[in-house]
Structure formats: structure tokens, C-alpha cells
């Protein structure tokens, strides 16, 4: 399995500001993940984060919005820019690798999360 | 419709019971099926993956229907520990992968 990291680990922010969530993983892996939680709600895919291009982003969300890094194999981060009280949520970053040895093929590893709070 | 369907919940069931959970996906494409527990204020954690035989670990039995594109998940023996939030994932490969998640069922578990 992998050891995910993530900071801030919550965070009250004023509207109008931006954060940037970092996601740490103590080994490289192949493919990471950024994902959504809203209070209530189950997990809704941001984007995928590729090593060396844009990020992928899935539908309702924009480069702009949701700006994504990911310089190496192990580390990533997601801006939430211009935030809004909408924006509050659990941001989570995620995980696949084939050597990760997990017990099954295509199992995601998640990281703690960031809770957000957006006044 | 939602990609991934599930019961609402919640269920309330006293310990020793036996509960299923019932999920279904609309994408016809899709390669992988889990299940993922997800206690509260935590991050979802692989609970089992669901073959098209069926496969059972301890007091969990999945189950995956691909004809009907239904997944099931069956606990026996409910515990305390039991209580979480229980959610179908469906793993979608082709161009990039991604996991489609249900909205969850909540389990909750009382002496």
C-alpha cells in the first residue's frame, strides 16, 4: 500500500482567496487523483493529475477554477482559487499503481483529506 | 441518472443481523467493482473488490450481476465496528481510468 499525506489538513478561508492542498506519497506511483466531497456527499472525481502535462479534468470543472500541479512521481497539489462558501468540501487526493501490491487490481489509495471551510 | 446507484439508507440493524446493500451502474464499460467503507470524518478505504463468481471475505459476501449491471454487498453477523458508510465504486478504463462513486449507504449498527 502507499502512506499519503496531505496539508494543510483543514482550513478556514475568507471568499475570494485561494489555497493550494499538497498531497505527498511516500512512493512513486503511476497515477494520482484528485477528488471532492461535499458535506452529505459521496466522492466526485476533480481531475486526474499527469506527471509532466495538464492535468485531466472531468466535467464542471475547469483548469482555471481548480489549478493542478504534479512535478514528480510522488507530489501533487490542487489550488482552489477564488473560493466561494460553495467551495467547502473535503478535498482528497488518491492513488494507483500497479506496485503498490494492493489486494486487488485497480485499488486506489486514499489520502486523509482536507477539510475546507470557506466563510 | 446517476452513474452509480445505491440504497439510501440508512440502515439501523441491531447487532448479529444480516443486511444487504444493492447497488447498480449505468456504464456498460465498466471493467472493476468495489466496495469502499468510509467511516466518518475518514477517508474511504477499500472494504472488497466484486468478481462475477461472487467472493467472500469473513462475513462479507459481493456479489456482481454484469447482465443486470447490479452489485451487492451482504454482511452477516453484524457488528458495532460494522457501522460505517458503505459505497459502490465502479472502475471505468479506456483513454484514462477513474472511479465512479455511489453516493453511499450508511450502516449503522446498536446493541
Known amino acids: 500500500s502507499a502512506v499519503i499525506s496531505q496539508k494543510p489538513s483543514r482550513d478556514i478561508c475568507q471568499r475570494g482567496t485561494s489555497l493550494t492542498i499538497q498531497c505527498q506519497v511516500d512512493?512513486?506511483?503511476?497515477?494520482m487523483f484528485w477528488y471532492r466531497q461535499q458535506p452529505g456527499q459521496s466522492l466526485t472525481l476533480i481531475a486526474t493529475?499527469?506527471?509532466?502535462?495538464?492535468?485531466?479534468?472531468e466535467s464542471g470543472f475547469v483548469i482555471d477554477k481548480f489549478p493542478i500541479s504534479r512535478p514528480n512521481l510522488t507530489f501533487s497539489t490542487l489550488t482552489v482559487s477564488n473560493m466561494s462558501p460553495e467551495d467547502s468540501s473535503i478535498y482528497l487526493c488518491?492513488?494507483?499503481?500497479?506496485?503498490?501490491?494492493?489486494?486487488?487490481?485497480?485499488?486506489?489509495?486514499f489520502g486523509p483529506g482536507t477539510r475546507l471551510t470557506v466563510l | 441518472r446517476k452513474e452509480v446507484e445505491q440504497d439510501p439508507g440508512p440502515f439501523n440493524v441491531p447487532e448479529g443481523a444480516t443486511v444487504a446493500f444493492n447497488c447498480t451502474y449505468s456504464?456498460?464499460?465498466?471493467?472493476?467493482f468495489f466496495w469502499y467503507r468510509q467511516d466518518c470524518r475518514k477517508e474511504p478505504k477499500l472494504l472488497m473488490s466484486?468478481?462475477?463468481s461472487g467472493n467472500e471475505d469473513g462475513r462479507f459476501t459481493a456479489q456482481l450481476n454484469r447482465a443486470s449491471q447490479y452489485i451487492s454487498l451482504l454482511i452477516r453477523d453484524s457488528k458495532l465496528s460494522d457501522s460505517a458508510t458503505y459505497l459502490c465504486?465502479?472502475?471505468?478504463?479506456?483513454?484514462?481510468?477513474?472511479?465512479?462513486f455511489g453516493a453511499g449507504t450508511r450502516l449503522a449498527v446498536h446493541p
Open positions: 488518491s492513488v494507483e499503481d500497479p506496485g503498490l501490491a494492493g489486494r486487488y487490481y485497480n485499488e486506489q489509495f
Open positions: 466484486v468478481y462475477s
Open positions: 456504464n456498460s464499460a465498466s471493467q472493476s
Open positions: 512512493s512513486q506511483v503511476t497515477m
Open positions: 493529475a499527469n506527471q509532466g502535462s495538464e492535468a485531466t479534468y
Open positions: 465504486v465502479v472502475y471505468i478504463s479506456g483513454g484514462y481510468n477513474k472511479l465512479i
